[in-house]
């Protein structure tokens, strides 16, 4: 009788991992699980992610290939891991090896992330040689995306190539016990970046001096550019009225809510309602602005950090330079409070360059606080909120790109270059997507500038070489004008604005296009099918189209932008398309001027620079101004920002307004129209009534979100669909969104909501690439 052979004592694989694992410590973690196991091998960085080669007992290979995806670093996101038999080569002992080009093949690079609490420790601790250093850092916390200039992502590819490396660090560095084992932003106050102050008319001062006259002159009232991760912040004490009013003069900012750094989560909550999911948004390793509700009455914080809005944006420090700012225990008292926002004029993109800071933020500032470690990537701070217990994207930048999103369909190598406000773009290939950070608004050449050398930056990280572009649909955007001039051969595919939002909220929740869905887009402006202003539309939706089901009735536009601005003349020319008089006492009449009145009466009349819109974004303005809450404005949805603030001063209430609903008529109409006309007239009976603002706002809020219901209602007994997706920026409004949520719940919908991507033209690129670049579209 033959025996069976033995299995082989050794075996040899090679493992290809993919996803998030440069960056993150994974080699350090792979040579760590090796060790453990016993393997032999080698591991390395690649193009495409990690390669590693391990050699040892068949029990202990086939642990590692298992382990590698489990147990994997905080930071990592492992997307595959594939492994195949290769000869064993009796090499002893594990290395980590230098790192391989990529041909063109892409990897993920991390996000930046917030200082971990073991660096926090270190940076506090005097006995520590890195105390107080302003650059510390570990495998598990720092800058990422913002210092990255190539790949495989090794020190030599960022930022601080131009730092090497003291003896002390580099030990630390060669060492697989030490947190700090490969980790490429190491640095200690021997051979890290620098801090450098730079104040008109004073000798420049550094390292520690440096940090101890910001904090002086923060304390003293004075208004600092101080450079960040992904670009220089403007920083006031938040606790200084003169401070921030001068803060908000210099920066041309009007109205405009300022984001505030807390020291603590116990700081914020003293300002601001905290649940969990609002403290654990505030907490986690992206480090974004939080916008939360704020309490009745604010200790050490100036009423002109965030006036007539409902909400806070807080933030913590994300930064070893921001914990030392707002100081450490034993230090000078400061401002406990620091207003943070971007450094730029308002329209402007970030500063992120040395020189340029020292010159275009000249008039805004009293000193630069800088440092010498380039910032490759700008990347402005993130936005989010809570709604309804799950966080909402308002602005996806820093902590978050260039995460990727999956997608739930193939598309081809595709650039989306989004829409002309809160402009983002997107990069597509296969199954996965890569949105940008938070571009700004396309209405400024040096933001343009900014976006083509975005495209570039992101397209070099993730290997995508786009063979289709694609853009909404209007034809005097200025992001779809660039797409066409940049395309060359390439293909140019255009995609209405609210298919896009609908589509946006489709693919972040996996469906894959084979059902339709009720889309209610609500949004200001969006250019329509047939020529109008669109924005308050239910479209029954997929990837290959869309139905219009129900719109917002027309009304017109007078003058366009001079309408948006001044929603005095929204409000009138609602009261004109409900054939409701222009009453004397009304507060929109009288925010009108006369002379501007009997031209704008003229305007309607005569249908002069008119354009139709059906935009709901546009209602909540003519409220606004009808309630007397807000007649002009100085930043994008201040009237319906400061109308939901006066709805929430309300109680709930059981006699909602409500819209009359027609049959559509006309070509390019919807099947159903919904009739603001007795809103209106409700309200402009309550406030001739004298009934007070927030109870108007309440009501007229109620009687949105019972459209949507209705609306949605009628979409599923014409039709059966049970899927209701509410996108468009008009959803960033917290009341809103959470009592449309709950009623269609009730209502038996199944309810799709932006958790990834932000519902307004933030979004818009996701939408966009895949309803242009699907297989076979």
């Known amino acids: 009788m033959t025996a069976e052979p033995s299995a082989p004592s050794v075996e040899r694989r090679r493992v290809r991992v993919g996803g998030i694992v440069q960056g993150v410590g994974f080699r350090p973690f792979v040579h760590s699980l090796a060790g453990e196991l016993q393997l032999a091998g080698h591991v390395t960085n690649t193009g495409e992610g990690v390669l590693a080669e391990v050699e040892g007992r068949p029990d202990a290979v086939e642990a590692f290939c298992r382990r590698i995806a489990g147990d994997a670093p905080p930071l990592a996101r492992v997307l595959s891991v594939l492994h195949e038999a290769i000869e064993a080569t009796g090499d002893p002992g594990f290395a980590i090896v230098p790192s391989t080009g990529g041909g063109g093949s892409r990897t993920l690079i991390p996000a930046d992330t917030a200082t971990c609490a073991d660096?926090?420790?270190?940076?506090?601790?005097?006995?520590?040689?890195?105390?107080?250093?302003?650059?510390?850092?570990?495998?598990?916390?720092?800058?990422?995306?913002?210092?990255?200039?190539?790949?495989?992502?090794?020190?030599?590819?960022?930022?601080?190539?131009?730092?090497?490396?003291?003896?002390?660090?580099?030990?630390?560095?060669?060492?697989?016990?030490?947190?700090?084992?490969?980790?490429?932003?190491?640095?200690?106050?021997?051979?890290?970046?620098t801090l450098s102050l730079t104040v008109p008319g004073r000798a420049p001062r550094t390292g520690a001096q440096a940090l101890d006259g910001a904090r002086a002159m923060l304390a003293a009232g004075a208004v600092l550019a101080v450079k960040g991760l992904g670009g220089y912040h403007l920083v006031c004490d938040a606790g200084s009225g003169a401070a921030v009013a001068e803060l908000r003069r210099r920066k041309r900012r009007g109205d405009k809510p300022f984001a505030v750094m807390a020291?603590?989560?116990?700081?914020?909550?003293?300002?601001?309602?905290?649940?969990?999911?609002?403290?654990?948004?505030?907490?986690?390793?992206?480090?974004?602005?939080?916008?939360l509700r704020r309490r009745p009455y604010e200790d050490g914080i100036a009423g002109g950090v965030a006036?007539?809005?409902?909400?806070?944006?807080?933030?913590?420090?994300?930064?070893?330079?921001?914990?030392?700012?707002?100081?450490?225990?034993?230090?000078?008292?400061?401002?406990?409070?620091?207003?943070?926002?971007?450094?730029?004029?308002?329209?402007?993109?970030?500063?992120?360059?040395?020189?340029?800071?020292?010159?275009?933020?000249?008039?805004?500032?009293?000193?630069?606080?800088?440092?010498?470690?380039?910032?490759?990537?700008?990347?402005?701070?993130?936005?989010?909120?809570?709604?309804?217990?799950?966080?909402?994207?308002?602005?996806?930048?820093?902590?978050?790109?260039?995460?990727?999103?999956?997608?739930?369909?193939?598309?081809?190598?595709?650039?989306?270059?989004?829409?002309?406000?809160?402009?983002?773009?997107?990069?597509?290939?296969?199954?996965?997507?890569?949105?940008?950070?938070?571009?700004?608004?396309?209405?400024?050449?040096?933001?343009l500038a900014g976006f083509g050398r975005a495209v570039r930056q992101l397209a070099a990280v993730t290997g995508v070489r786009p063979e289709l572009l694609a853009a909404d649909r209007h034809p005097r955007y200025r992001s779809a004008l660039w797409a066409r001039r940049e395309a060359g051969r390439r293909e140019v595919r255009t995609v209405q604005h609210h298919h896009a939002h609908i589509a946006s909220a489709m693919a972040e929740h996996g469906l894959d296009?084979?059902?339709?869905?009720?889309?209610?887009?609500?949004?200001?402006?969006?250019?329509?099918?047939?020529?109008?202003?669109?924005?308050?539309?239910?479209?029954?939706?997929?990837?290959?189209?869309?139905?219009?089901?129900?719109?917002?009735?027309?009304?017109?536009?007078?003058?366009?932008?001079?309408?948006?601005?001044?929603?005095?003349?929204?409000?009138?020319?609602?009261?004109?398309?409900?054939?409701?008089?222009?009453?004397?006492?009304?507060?929109c009449t009288t925010a009108c001027p006369a002379e501007e009145l009997a031209v704008l009466k003229q305007q309607l009349a005569r249908e002069l620079n008119c354009v139709p819109?059906?935009?709901?974004?546009?209602?909540?303005?003519?409220?606004?101004?009808?309630?007397?809450?807000?007649?002009?404005?100085?930043?994008?949805?201040?009237?319906?920002?400061?109308l939901e603030a006066a709805a929430l001063d309300a109680a709930a209430d059981d006699r909602p307004y409500a819209f009359g609903l027609r049959p559509g008529a006309g070509d390019g109409a919807a099947a159903?129209?919904?009739?603001?006309?007795?809103?209106?007239?409700?309200?402009?009976?309550?406030?001739?009534?004298?009934?007070?603002?927030?109870?108007?706002?309440?009501?007229?809020?109620?009687?949105?979100?019972?459209?949507v219901e209705r609306l949605c209602t009628e979409a599923r007994e014409r039709t059966g669909l049970t899927t209701a997706a509410l996108t468009g920026g008009v959803f960033g409004n917290a009341l809103l969104t959470e009592d449309c949520l709950h009623r269609l719940r009730a209502a038996g919908f199944t309810v799709l909501r932006h958790r990834l991507v932000p519902p307004n033209d933030g979004g818009l690129a996701l939408g966009q690439l895949v309803v242009a670049a699907r297989t076979g579209s």
């Not at 790949?151 to 630390?172: H, Q």
């Not at 401002?335 to 943070?340: A, F, G, I, Q, T």
């Not at 819109?613 to 400061?642: I, K, N, P, W």
């Not at 007239?681 to 459209?707: I, Y």
């Open 672 to 707: 159903l129209v919904a009739d603001p006309g007795p809103v209106l007239a409700a309200v402009v009976a309550d406030v001739a009534a004298g009934a007070p603002a927030g109870v108007v706002a309440r009501r007229f809020h109620s009687a949105v979100a019972a459209l």
């Open 513 to 587: 296009g084979t059902g339709k869905v009720i889309g209610v887009a609500f949004d200001g402006t969006g250019y329509g099918e047939d020529g109008a202003v669109w924005g308050g539309e239910v479209l029954l939706a997929d990837y290959d189209g869309f139905e219009r089901f129900a719109q917002l009735g027309y009304v017109p536009l007078p003058g366009g932008d001079a309408a948006v601005e001044r929603p005095y003349r929204m409000a009138l020319a609602h009261l004109y398309a409900a054939g409701l008089p222009w009453a004397p006492e009304l507060p």
């Open 613 to 642: 819109t059906s935009s709901m974004g546009r209602l909540f303005d003519a409220v606004s101004s009808l309630a007397d809450v807000c007649h002009r404005v100085g930043y994008e949805a201040q009237a319906a920002v400061e």
């Open 263 to 291: 020291g603590s989560t116990a700081q914020a909550a003293a300002l601001v309602h905290l649940g969990d999911a609002e403290r654990e948004a505030l907490e986690s390793p992206a480090r974004p602005i939080v916008l």
């Open 307 to 447: 006036p007539r809005c409902p909400d806070l944006g807080i933030m913590l420090p994300y930064t070893p330079l921001h914990r030392l700012l707002l100081g450490l225990p034993g230090d000078p008292d400061g401002p406990r409070l620091l207003v943070m926002t971007s450094g730029n004029l308002s329209g402007e993109p970030i500063v992120t360059d040395d020189d340029e800071a020292l010159e275009r933020l000249a008039p805004l500032v009293d000193g630069w606080l800088a440092h010498n470690r380039p910032i490759h990537v700008p990347c402005d701070d993130s936005v989010v909120r809570v709604v309804d217990g799950e966080v909402l994207p308002v602005r996806r930048s820093r902590g978050y790109a260039p995460l990727p999103v999956p997608l739930p369909v193939e598309v081809r190598p595709v650039l989306a270059v989004g829409g002309d406000l809160k402009n983002t773009f997107a990069l597509a290939a296969g199954r996965t997507a890569w949105p940008s950070g938070h571009v700004g608004d396309m209405d400024d050449l040096a933001t």
């Open 119 to 193: 660096c926090l420790a270190e940076l506090a601790d005097p006995a520590d040689r890195r105390h107080r250093h302003p650059f510390i850092t570990c495998t598990h916390c720092g800058p990422r995306f913002t210092i990255v200039t190539g790949l495989p992502y090794d020190r030599a590819a960022t930022t601080m190539a131009g730092f090497p490396m003291c003896e002390d660090c580099s030990r630390e560095y060669r060492d697989p016990a030490d947190r700090r084992f490969h980790a490429q932003p190491i640095c200690c106050h021997a051979c890290g970046p």
